[in-house]
């Protein structure tokens, strides 16, 4: 019995000793720069929030965190990255539908990491709504005009998205789907160049998370026909939703949050759930990210894993339902 005791007291102490050190190290955290990886372009949804979430973080953990902005095949390289990083906490990722259930989804063949079991969520920070916005020239004033156009011209709209397997590419393509109607998608190399397309009339239809276009459509660049939620939004009164006008049952929405490696020490976790949270409840970062046209809160790891599992479901259902090739 002794000999069992004192081996129990000899592996007891070796734990002890081992969890020490990360003990140290996660308290010190962090002593260097943060690389914080946006799977998108500058100026996409993702990246206008990340860039407002980054500033406060930075401040509270006394350490910059450094955006960088990995893109292409539909935000699944950038996960890619983050997947394979050292799980230390100075690698984190601002993962949004598209990297985590669209993505992997559109690309099973080249995809390197598992949405699931390489990564462990830290916490949401913004919920999106998509809007559907017009080039302010086109005759469209409604959801039913532009139905009713595309019906009678199959195949002369030109509607631009961010590129495939993007949000605003699968919303696009989903509304389509659901309205019977015929237009050309054309994919762009990113957020930017898919609104600046929209604005100067190259396309005249976009479907689009709001954090990247409430600035245009505030300034009269573009013009807000519906909003993709279940209920209209706050942030543009009087703006209705699709479903209620002229599709009924669409709806289309998105999330940002923080992910980091799996593997990452569980006090590093806990730190960083700390900071996002803090950074959520600023109130000069609420404001600026409903200024964008976000809805801020925040989240358990549970809860956001939990997300995860069931949009992979949905957006799954979506992408098989429009006909969008994988590969």
Same mark, same amino acid.
């Given at each position: 019995?002794? &000999?069992?005791?004192?081996?129990?007291?000899?592996?007891?102490?070796?734990?002890?000793?081992?969890?020490?050190?990360?003990?140290? *190290?996660?308290?010190?955290?962090?002593?260097?720069?943060?690389?914080?990886?946006?799977?998108? !372009?500058?100026?996409?949804? @993702? +990246?206008?929030?990340?860039? =407002?979430?980054? !500033?406060?973080?930075?401040? $509270?953990?006394?350490?910059?965190?450094?955006?960088?902005?990995?893109?292409?095949?539909?935000?699944?390289?950038?996960?890619?990255?983050?997947?394979?990083?050292?799980? +230390?906490?100075?690698?984190?990722? *601002?993962?949004?539908?598209?990297?985590?259930?669209?993505?992997?989804?559109?690309?099973?063949?080249?995809?390197?990491?598992?949405?699931?079991?390489?990564?462990?969520?830290?916490? %949401?920070f913004a919920m999106t709504q998509? =809007?559907?916005?017009?080039?302010?020239?086109?005759?469209?004033? *409604?959801? &039913? +005009?532009?139905?009713?156009?595309?019906?009678?011209? #199959?195949?002369? $709209?030109?509607?631009?998205?961010?590129g495939t397997g993007f949000q605003?590419? /699968?919303?696009?393509?989903?509304?389509?789907?659901?309205?019977? @109607?015929?237009?050309?998608?054309?994919?762009?190399?990113?957020?930017?160049?898919?609104?600046?397309?929209?604005? *100067?009339?190259?396309?005249?239809?976009? %479907?689009?998370?709001?954090?990247?276009?409430?600035?245009?459509? &505030?300034?009269?660049? $573009?013009?807000? %026909?519906?909003?993709?939620?279940?209920?209209?939004?706050?942030? /543009?009164?009087? @703006?209705?939703?699709?479903?209620?006008?002229?599709?009924?049952?669409?709806?289309?929405?998105?999330?940002?949050?923080?992910?980091?490696?799996?593997?990452?020490?569980?006090?590093?976790?806990?730190? $960083?759930?700390?900071?996002?949270?803090?950074?959520?409840?600023?109130? &000069?970062?609420?404001?600026? %990210?409903?200024? /964008?046209?976000?809805?801020?809160?925040?989240?358990? #790891?549970?809860?956001?894993?939990?997300?995860?599992?069931?949009?992979?479901?949905?957006?799954? +259902?979506? =992408?098989?339902?429009?006909?969008?090739?994988?590969?």
């Open positions: 019995m002794q &000999r069992i005791l004192n081996a129990a007291l000899v592996l007891g102490l070796t734990a002890l000793a081992q969890a020490a050190p990360a003990a140290d *190290s996660a308290n010190a955290y962090p002593t260097r720069p943060i690389r914080f990886v946006v799977s998108q !372009t500058p100026g996409s949804s @993702i +990246d206008a929030m990340t860039r =407002i979430v980054a !500033t406060k973080m930075s401040e $509270l953990l006394g350490k910059q965190l450094v955006v960088d902005n990995r893109t292409g095949a539909g935000g699944t390289i950038g996960g890619a990255i983050v997947a394979h990083a050292e799980p +230390d906490g100075y690698t984190l990722f *601002s993962a949004a539908t598209a990297s985590q259930v669209i993505g992997p989804q559109l690309y099973k063949k080249f995809v390197t990491y598992d949405p699931f079991r390489d990564f462990a969520p830290v916490s %949401l998509n =809007i559907l916005v017009v080039n302010p020239k086109t005759p469209f004033k *409604s959801v &039913r +005009d532009l139905i009713a156009y595309a019906k009678a011209n #199959p195949g002369k $709209l030109n509607w631009s998205n961010a605003s590419h /699968l919303a696009g393509v989903l509304f389509t789907h659901m309205a019977k @109607i015929e237009v050309l998608h054309v994919p762009y190399k990113g957020a930017g160049a898919s609104l600046a397309a929209a604005i *100067s009339g190259e396309s005249q239809v976009t %479907l689009v998370p709001a954090p990247s276009v409430m600035g245009h459509v &505030r300034a009269g660049r $573009l013009r807000a %026909l519906a909003m993709g939620g279940e209920t209209p939004s706050p942030l /543009l009164p009087g @703006i209705p939703t699709i479903s209620e006008s002229g599709v009924p049952g669409y709806t289309f929405r998105g999330w940002a949050g923080v992910i980091v490696p799996a593997k990452t020490p569980n006090a590093i976790e806990a730190k $960083l759930l700390k900071t996002v949270h803090q950074t959520v409840n600023d109130p &000069r970062t609420r404001k600026a %990210l409903e200024k /964008l046209g976000a809805d801020p809160l925040t989240s358990t #790891p549970a809860e956001f894993a939990a997300l995860i599992k069931s949009d992979w479901k949905y957006f799954g +259902d979506a =992408i098989r339902v429009s006909g969008i090739k994988t590969n």
